[in-house]
């Protein structure tokens, strides 16, 4: 799509080039010579299209990917460090003055966001909030964590205080589709907990992480924090090889995942805390309210493009609705409204990856030739940075666009007349993260949950599936994650349970009761945090 610069919002014009030429290492925003990479937007401000260049970003080579990891591992320092050791109010004091600051840099960090990925602006902005709300959510659960931990507990004759303690050096890798949400879902619980982060942006979305370097620099101590820039290959492989990382926090696929793991020398020691793929499927009964199913099976299918782990990816309706459900779902894909991010009543917006479009052209060919028909008049039509969403019926399980995730704009549509050929198709598929299920007996619904959640981590009656609210546990089965996040399943995720023991005598109960009142040891505490 082509746009006219005089047509772009003031606030949401690109007025220069951003050239950002320092990246975070051992608490320094250290100045960048060498290689760069150039960032473009697939969204054009010219009449003619043309991608529009944001910036430039340094392309860091394995010698600064060395340096930032053993800035981290000084930071920590076999958990002698000064931020594993801290106060748990003195962490949250510098977690707050983060947010704080961050808080400042909404508009620059939105702006991004629709430029590098294509986010339109209520979702770009409710990512932003929301990730500001995660922030906060997480230093409440960790003051409650700690709460409940501000005592001593006594059996069979010994004391014992038992706290969570961290794990040690997290490399952080998080995904474009959610470049600072699902980022920070990782990073900041795991430095809430006392861990040090080696953090990698996504290879788009990269930008919006510059005008945060400043309040990471001066909200935590010096190596706590590194933010490295360039090509996963050169900088992460060497960190995993040399076995000094001791967390894996990554949002991604698992390909990447099975890799990094591999790289390390002693995997025994990883621990791993992932968000990978995923295909959920949507099972509309024949009892469903279709109007409502149609409704969510749009936001669904569709919300960001369907660039979600959580989208709608696979849509199985019963036979006996499914003529009437086609009809409803393709006319209002059709109504919906493409143009770009900031335009109003936008919901779908350009693709950030050059190669999309193409890719998603292919499975709609694979289709057509298996005897696929796209059922919307607009579906399939394509143009230098989209293709316009094609709902695609009837797919069979030899065409592409069943088997492989497309996290984009195609949405494949299967009849069936026996629930089981849905639950079957689960139970072989490499995923298990979420699933969409429409209808209103109870009578059928019953089995149909105590097997669904046996397949997958969590059931969506009547309503498309999401992360939120982040309160809540986001994991997934077989190849869709490992280990859960959430506000307070992270929490627990990025630490480890530790304890000192105390045999109950005259002896050890006197220096526990100095130790109390000294106020001494940041370990050994019972005081009650507001």
């Known amino acids: 799509m082509s746009t006219m610069l005089q047509d772009i919002p003031e606030a949401f014009k690109i007025d220069s080039i951003y050239h950002q030429n320092t990246y975070l290492s051992g608490g320094e925003l ?8 150039e960032v473009y937007s697939t969204i054009s401000s010219t009449e003619k299209y043309r991608p529009t260049l944001l910036g430039t970003v340094p392309q860091l080579g394995e010698e600064e990917a060395m340096d930032s990891l053993n800035s981290a591992v000084s930071a920590y320092d076999n958990g002698k460090g000064l931020w594993p050791t801290m106060k748990v109010v003195d962490r949250i004091a510098c977690m ?48 409650q964590l700690d709460r409940d931990s501000a005592k001593f507990q006594k059996n069979s004759g010994v004391y014992a205080h038992i706290r969570r303690g961290p794990l040690g ?36 979305g990269v930008l919006l992480i510059s005008p945060l370097l ?17 090509r996963g290959r050169v900088l992460a492989t060497p960190i995993m090889k040399s076995g000094k990382v001791d967390v894996l926090a990554l949002i991604g696929n698992s390909k990447s995942a099975n890799a990094l793991q591999a790289q390390h020398p002693k995997g025994n020691r990883l621990r791993m805390v992932l968000g990978l793929e995923a295909k959920n499927p949507a099972i509309v009964l024949p009892d469903a309210d279709l109007d409502l199913a149609v409704e969510e099976c749009i936001t669904g299918t569709l919300s960001f493009n369907g660039q979600r782990c959580t989208a709608l990816k696979v849509v199985y309706v019963h036979e006996s609705v499914v003529e009437e459900f086609n009809r409803r779902f393709s006319y209002k894909v059709d109504q919906l409204k493409f143009g770009n991010p900031w335009e109003p009543g936008v919901k779908l917006t350009p693709l950030p990856e050059v190669e999309k479009p193409a890719f998603i052209q292919e499975l709609i060919d694979d289709a057509l030739a298996k005897g696929a028909k796209i059922l919307n008049d607009k579906g399939g039509k394509l143009t230098e940075n989209f293709i316009f969403p094609a709902v695609l019926y009837p797919v069979s399980k030899d065409m592409r666009v069943f088997k492989e995730e497309q996290f984009g704009p195609v949405i494949p549509v299967v009849p069936f007349s026996d629930i089981d050929e849905p639950l079957d198709d689960m139970a072989r598929s490499d995923y298990g993260q979420q699933v969409s299920l429409f209808g209103k007996n109870v009578q059928t619904l019953s089995p149909l949950i105590d097997t669904l959640v046996n397949l997958v981590c969590r059931v969506n009656l009547n ?62 505490s019972t005081d009650y945090i507001l």
Not at 215 to 225: E, L, T, W, Y
């Open 30 to 37: 250290k100045h960048w010579e060498g290689d760069t990479a």
């Open 96 to 143: 707050e003055k983060f947010v704080k600051q961050m808080k400042t840099k909404r508009d620059e960090v939105v702006k991004f966001i629709m430029w590098e990925i294509g986010k339109n602006l209520p979702d770009a902005e409710k990512e932003f909030d929301r990730t500001v709300d995660y922030i906060y959510d997480t230093i409440e659960d960790y003051k």
């Open 169 to 204: 050096v997290v490399l952080c890798l998080g995904p474009y589709n959610y470049p600072l949400n699902e980022t920070f879902t990782l990073l900041i619980p795991a430095l809430m907990m006392g861990n040090t982060v080696i953090f990698k942006p996504a290879k788009l």
């Open 214 to 230: 400043e309040a990471f620099q001066n909200s935590f101590p010096k190596g706590v924090v590194n933010v490295i820039y360039g």
């Open 463 to 524: 309503s498309s599936c999401q992360r939120g609210p982040d309160v809540y546990p986001f994991t997934g089965r077989k190849d869709s994650a490992f280990g859960t996040l959430s506000v307070h399943d992270a929490l627990r995720s990025f630490s480890i349970r530790t304890f000192v023991a105390s045999k109950d005598n005259a002896y050890n109960n006197a220096i526990l009761q100095e130790l109390l009142e000294q106020k001494t040891s940041n370990f050994i």
